[in-house]
Nanobody
Framework: VQLQASGGGLVEPGGSLRLSCVASGNIFSINEMRWYRQAPGKQREMVAIITNGGMTVYADSVKGRFTISRDNARNSVYLQMGGLNPEDTAVYYC???????????????WGQGTLVTVSS
């Protein structure tokens, strides 16, 4: 299963961006869809999770500013980011797990990352 992330770029403090990630391949089902980020010199951290039932979890640092959503028909997950500040500068990665067909093997795939830079 391959993931393709997009939507990163340069944005001024206070601005907004929407990240997208689409999964492709022999996908039978998708469980959780997640966004992580890794800032320069720091460890990768979880940003947001959405379950197949639509439950969401956010890192404290992004609560109230970021919204994760998914489109099951398109095997896609999105991250709407608002109120961006320089501390949000990072490479953002999508991560998806589920099962493939025809043998219902588990998969856990990562996207290639998309860079978000918040700067004036």
């Amino acid at each position: 299963v391959q993931l393709q992330a997009s939507g990163g770029g340069l944005v001024e403090p206070g601005g907004s961006l929407r990240l997208s990630c689409v999964a492709s391949g022999n996908i039978f089902s998708i469980n959780e869809m997640r966004w992580y980020r890794q800032a320069p010199g720091k460890q990768r951290e979880m940003v947001a999770i959405i379950t197949n039932g639509g439950m969401t979890v956010y890192a404290d640092s992004v609560k109230g500013r970021f919204t994760i959503s998914r489109d099951n028909a398109r095997n896609s997950v999105y991250l709407q980011m608002g109120g961006l500040n320089p501390e949000d500068t990072a490479v953002y990665y999508c991560n998806v797990d589920g099962k493939t067909y025809p043998k219902y093997w588990d998969f856990d795939s990562w996207g290639q990352g998309t860079l978000v830079t918040v700067s004036s």
